[in-house]
């Protein structure tokens, strides 16, 4: 599932052939994606319009164009864009498809539909049910050591658990929060009034910056705008190691379950 890293990287490669297009037509499949795509509004607020700016914000694209409205997109689990020439055939699970006046089209595939493609007025995007619930994106000014020790207080949970909060840290996925504790040197386990927020606030940013560098972790679908996989798979240090060796005390990583989803630690690393 692509986090924070991996859509910034697709923000990047989306830029240089996007921004500054015009939007010459769209199709859709029909198939609902998390939610059905409002074609209707997408004819009449996007096409004609030229592409302003790729922005993000936690795990979400907002491509703002010129006729006032901007495109929130969210990858949902397997959701990637994709940049061909019109003759190219179309690839299976296409379900949205810009023509540009550059010639090309920019295609959106989603194998499993988890994705999110909507269209609001910009002024109103913030505001949105998607954007509106969100906490601070940590790569952002707002996320300070003061905001991740206020919502470290608010909540009585597993740290690991509350990484993945949406509505507390927007953009930090399962891969990123286990390596963020990891490197923090806390166990998963360990409350949130107990968590030294500086000494996690600095390693959530340095995972987060150390993902984006190496253009994102692909174990899966992943690829970005130029079809490239990442490479931050090959600096993991617990995500996906489990009955191996930590490579900085040569324990064995192990795994547990919170919350239903698979968390990888050092137990001699992690307090
Ligand atoms: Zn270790």
């Given at each position: 599932?692509?986090?924070?890293?991996?859509?910034?990287?697709?923000?990047?490669?989306?830029?240089?052939?996007?921004?500054?297009?015009?939007?010459?037509?769209?199709?859709?499949?029909?198939?609902?994606?998390?939610?059905?795509?409002?074609?209707?509004?997408?004819?009449?607020?996007?096409?004609?319009?030229?592409?302003?700016?790729?922005?993000?914000?936690?795990?979400?694209?907002?491509?703002?164009?010129?006729?006032?409205?901007?495109?929130?997109?969210?990858?949902?689990?397997?959701?990637?864009?994709?940049?061909?020439?019109?003759?190219?055939?179309?690839?299976?699970?296409?379900?949205?498809?810009?023509?540009?006046?550059?010639?090309?089209?920019?295609?959106?595939?989603?194998?499993?539909?988890?994705?999110?493609?909507?269209?609001?007025?910009?002024?109103?995007?913030?505001?949105?049910?998607?954007?509106?619930?969100?906490?601070?994106?940590?790569?952002?000014?707002?996320?300070?050591?003061?905001?991740?020790?206020?919502?470290?207080?608010?909540?009585?949970?597993?740290?690991?658990?509350?990484?993945?909060?949406?509505?507390?840290?927007?953009?930090?996925?399962?891969?990123?929060?286990?390596?963020?504790?990891?490197?923090?040197?806390?166990?998963?386990?360990?409350?949130?009034?107990?968590?030294?927020?500086?000494?996690?606030?600095?390693?959530?940013?340095?995972?987060?910056?150390?993902?984006?560098?190496?253009?994102?972790?692909?174990?899966?679908?992943?690829?970005?705008?130029?079809g490239e996989a990442g490479e931050n798979q090959n600096s993991l240090?617990?995500?996906?190691?489990?009955?191996?060796?930590?490579?900085?005390?040569?324990?064995?990583?192990?795994?547990?379950?919170?919350?239903?989803?698979?968390?990888?630690?050092?137990?001699?690393?992690?307090?």
């Amino acid at each position: 599932m692509p986090e924070l890293p991996e859509v910034e990287w697709v923000a990047r490669t989306l830029r240089p052939k996007l921004v500054g297009r015009r939007i010459v037509g769209v199709e859709t499949s029909g198939k609902k994606l998390r939610q059905p795509v409002e074609r209707a509004k997408l004819q009449k607020l996007a096409v004609g319009a030229t592409v302003d700016a790729v922005a993000r914000t936690g795990k979400y694209l907002l491509i703002e164009l010129s006729s006032g409205a901007t495109l929130v997109s969210h990858l949902g689990m397997t959701g990637w864009y994709l940049f061909a020439r019109p003759e190219t055939a179309r690839e299976k699970h296409t379900h949205v498809v810009f023509t540009l006046d550059s010639g090309l089209e920019l295609r959106y595939t989603d194998h499993r539909r988890f994705g999110i493609l909507r269209i609001y007025p910009t002024p109103k995007v913030k505001k949105s049910p998607e954007l509106s619930i969100l906490g601070a994106d940590p790569l952002e000014a707002v996320f300070t050591v003061e905001y991740l020790a206020a919502q470290l207080k608010a909540t009585r949970r597993d740290v690991k658990t509350f990484l993945l909060d949406q509505t507390r840290i927007a953009g930090v996925g399962n891969i990123y929060a286990c390596e963020a504790l990891f490197l923090a040197g806390i166990s998963p386990r360990k409350k949130t009034s107990r968590v030294d927020a500086a000494k996690l606030h600095a390693a959530v940013q340095k995972v987060l910056r150390a993902g984006i560098a190496n253009r994102g972790t692909s174990f899966s679908d992943y690829v970005d705008a130029e079809g490239e996989a990442g490479e931050n798979q090959n600096s993991l240090h617990v995500y996906g190691r489990e009955g191996q060796r930590c490579r900085v005390c040569s324990s064995v990583i192990r795994r547990l379950v919170q919350g239903a989803r698979s968390t990888f630690y050092c137990p001699k690393c992690q307090r």
